[in-house]
């Protein structure tokens, strides 16, 4: 592939049917570092570099523009579905963030901050049942704690085992996990209060 063919095909969206991986229609607007929720038919992209409060939502075949998020940032975290999902975290020059907004479907509403401003790290659950885990803060210091949000406030959770950021996250809030990051192939799974 050529530079350029090779770069767009980054922006794609690629969808797996259970044992192969396919590509299909791009992104209204090529990012890095976004957050998403949903399901393969029914997903949210938010967030993001360039373009850092841009939405778009995919219906199993094409994006469409949403709206767009209160505080644009990148190395967010997200959790929920296309209608009803959750931003947290992220990065917006010069520093980490803690605030939280929800997003109905149309419209991002401000919700209650973070206890620890961080970007780089996971997100797991619903918009009413999230986790945020991990991440990276200032001066580049990995995180091992674990947040769990209620659709109003966010409150400590259990340290994970090991301390990492740039990891993924998937499952609830009380059965998620927790696995890769920078240097890491290992995987934690979390219970609700421990790892």
Do not use: H
């Not at 296309?82 to 149309?106: D, R």
């Amino acid at each position: 592939l050529s530079s350029s063919s090779a770069a767009s095909d980054v922006y794609k969206r690629q969808a797996y049917n259970g044992s192969t991986w396919s590509t299909a229609t791009n992104m209204i607007t090529a990012r890095i570092c976004l957050a998403g929720a949903g399901t393969q038919n029914a997903a949210l992209g938010f967030g993001g570099l360039p373009g850092g409060a841009c939405t778009e939502a995919y219906n199993g075949s094409t994006w469409s523009a949403g709206g767009a998020m209160i505080t644009g940032r990148r190395s967010l975290a997200g959790a929920g579905t296309q209608n009803a999902a959750v931003a947290f975290g992220g990065f917006t020059t010069p520093a980490e963030i803690a605030c939280t907004e929800t997003y109905n479907g149309t419209a991002w509403t401000a919700g209650g901050a973070m206890i620890t401003a961080r970007q780089a790290f996971a997100g797991a659950g619903t918009q009413n049942a999230a986790l945020g885990f991990g991440g990276l803060t200032a001066p580049v210091v990995a995180l091992t704690c674990t947040e769990a949000y209620n659709g109003a406030a966010w409150s400590a959770g259990g340290a994970m085992i090991r301390a990492r950021f740039c990891l993924a996250g998937a499952g609830t809030q009380t059965a998620a996990l927790a696995f890769g990051g920078l240097n890491f192939a290992c995987t934690e799974a979390y219970n609700g209060t421990s790892w």
